[in-house]
């Protein structure tokens, strides 16, 4: 395996340096030379078009935005060309929807989940190869406005949506970049802001590469950040992320496909959903995926998600040095089935270095769109791993595991007796969330239908006290609990049910509570 990573990390190093040496050689297409006016209002979807075919008859060549504002509507990237955005330059999403026309992908199988995955895009990469958005300029999609226009001609009647919930749905807001089984990609130095639906999408593309990026996208709702769907060889470091929705996602939307061989590192993320989410869309799969190095701030859910609910398999992830602030939950792992033929596995995960502190309010409080409220009463809920019956979640490691948790819990607000922990809802078919189960029984970790769990120096911290047990293991098997740090003054703090191998430290024996 380390042969493997080593010789894919050296192919891409080599693709990056003869990539940069290749575009220095090329022609520049400077669009104000087609006609582009920078006035931040002319619609100048032709006139940039225009220099990208020309670039593309040259068999490529750089395209050139100069300082000064520039509007457009869709625009199709070709292979071999690169986008380079000089300092000072915007390239301004148009406001009126009628400026994004749908691409004809006839001969394109579609995936049976079809209601979030819009084929709408400001720059559409279709079978492209050998393409780049470089550059110090801004790409702003003016996602609200548009979106709002979108609003206006569904309740006018001029569009139909028959998936209309109090706003226009996904498929019918553009994003910012669409890139559709494009080979050699890199996205670098740039900033998008502004999307009116996911900010940018990269579908069963091979060797990507986005690095010291800036998104920040809270113009709408489902601003996700970054979205890699069924793709392989992806490098996504440096970057900063701001999202209304989930920060950095991994999607799965074909049975025969997956993603394969992803690095997320060094990047900050905020987000008013999840931090570094997989799924919810997990037909496919998710494999050799490394997430290391990340800081994670105000964000409302989980800093780490780990889903499949859609029959997809998720293996070998490993997710390390995690620094979370003010964030509504550490770890989220969920192995779900709401579709599919039948469930997904779920093994080989682990989690190593990671520190995460956890308020007693909202953590995205201050923000004008914030992550939708549960719609019941509850106290902190805890860091979940939990499968269903019958398909266990498999092989998961933490170690080196800080969480500060807030405490104040009451049983006023909620409560679940230890006696009653079958009536925690399994909720198999539901969408995946780690408020999903409702009020849980512990305040630290829940684990249930799990095969092979080891924790290796757990630090649990309480601001205040808390009623509940740090830990709950509900139908477990093999759980190995070595160094762990734990709050003083309550009488137990592990408790188990239906728990067939327990090995632990003499100091977490004394502290385990069996419910069989």
């Known amino acids: 395996m380390k042969k493997r990573n080593i010789l894919l990390l050296l192919n891409l ?56 504002k520039f509007v457009s509507g ?74 709002l226009a979108i609003d206006s001609l569904h309740h006018k009647g001029v569009i139909v949506d028959p998936n ?103 990047c900050r993320v905020r987000s008013s959903a999840s931090a570094i989410k997989f799924g919810t869309a997990s037909i496919g799969g998710f494999k050799n995926i490394t997430i290391d190095s990340i800081s994670v701030y105000d964000t409302f859910r989980s800093a780490i998600a780990i889903e499949t609910v859609d029959g997809g398999f998720i293996e070998n992830v490993h997710v390390s040095n995690i620094n979370a602030i003010n964030t509504g939950n550490a770890i989220f792992v969920r192995l779900g089935y709401r579709s599919g033929k039948k469930p997904g596995k779920l093994k080989n995960v682990t989690f190593k270095n990671i520190k995460v502190q956890i308020p007693f309010g909202r953590p995205d409080l201050n923000y004008d769109l914030r992550g939708p409220a549960t719609g019941y009463f509850h106290n902190r809920h805890p860091a979940s791993i939990v499968g269903i019956q019958g398909a266990n979640i498999s092989g998961v490691v933490l170690e080196n595991v800080e969480i500060s948790y807030p405490g104040r819990a009451s049983k006023g607000m909620a409560y679940i007796p230890l006696w009653r922990l079958d009536d925690v809802p399994e909720n198999i078919d539901h969408y995946p969330e780690y408020t999903m189960f409702g009020e849980l029984p512990s305040w630290a970790f829940y684990v249930r239908y799990v095969e092979g769990i080891t924790f290796n120096n757990i630090k649990l911290r309480l601001e205040d006290s808390d009623y509940r047990p740090a830990f709950v293991f509900h139908h477990v098997q093999d759980i190995a609990i070595e160094n762990l740090e734990l709050p003083m003054g309550l009488e137990y703090q592990i408790v188990t049910k239906g728990v067939q191998v327990i090995s632990a430290d003499s100091a977490s024996s004394n502290q385990i509570k069996k419910f069989d």
């Open 13 to 68: 190093f080599i693709t990056i340096s003869y990539a940069n040496s290749y575009k220095a050689t090329l022609s520049r297409f400077n669009i104000k030379d087609f006609g582009a006016v920078d006035d931040g209002k002319t619609i100048n979807t032709k006139f940039i078009q225009k220099a990208i075919n020309a670039a593309h008859e040259e068999n490529g060549g750089v395209v050139v935005f100069p300082k000064g």
């Open 74 to 147: 869709t625009l199709i990237i070709k292979s071999n060309i690169h986008f380079l955005f000089e300092e000072g330059s915007f390239l301004l999403g148009s406001k009126n929807p009628g400026d994004y026309p749908k691409l004809d992908l006839k001969n394109e199988r579609v995936s049976s989940k079809t209601d979030d995955n819009s084929k709408l895009a400001l720059i559409w990469g279709y079978k492209a190869n050998n393409i780049s958005i470089t550059g110090k300029g801004i790409i702003d999609g003016q996602g609200r406005p548009l979106a």
């Open 164 to 266: 209309y919930s109090g706003r226009p749905s996904e498929t019918l807001r553009p994003k910012i970049i669409n890139f559709l089984k494009c080979e050699k990609v890199a996205v670098s130095g740039i900033t998008i802001k502004n999307s009116a639906s996911w900010v940018q999408t990269y579908d069963l593309c091979k060797f990507v590469t986005i690095e010291n990026i800036k998104v920040n996208s809270t113009a709408y709702w489902n601003n996700d950040g970054i979205n890699i769907t069924d793709s392989r060889h992806v490098r996504i470091r440096n970057c900063d992320v701001n999202a209304a929705d989930d920060g950095i996602t991994l999607k799965s939307y074909f049975e025969d496909e997956y993603n394969d061989d992803v690095i997320i590192s060094n």
